[in-house]
């Protein structure tokens, strides 16, 4: 049986002058759906997502091992 987990997040940057970069853990995958607010006609995958001050992003996470996932952040 092949489990696959899928989270949507609105991820958002509320710092006033850093920049955050996030990463997911390699069994997951990551998509951007959207940027403030506007959405993609299709997703992107990303290896890294970097948020500007004030960013806001939509990101599709797919996971193939079931359990808790962290993600990164610098």
């Not at 899928?6 to 970069?21: E, H, M, P, Y």
């Not at 390699?26 to 997703?43: H, K, N, R």
């Not at 995958?45 to 990164?72: E, K, M, S």
Request: aromatic share 6%; proline share 4%; charged share 15%.
């Amino acid at each position: 049986i092949c489990v696959v987990v899928q989270v949507r997040l609105r991820v958002l940057n509320a710092g006033g002058s850093l920049f955050v970069s996030l990463t997911m853990p390699g069994t997951c995958e990551m998509y951007l759906l959207a940027q403030d607010g506007v959405y993609l006609d299709t997703a992107r995958v990303l290896q890294r997502l970097t948020i500007p001050p004030g960013g806001r992003f939509d990101v599709l996470v797919i996971c193939h091992v079931v359990g808790r996932q962290w993600a990164a952040t610098r």
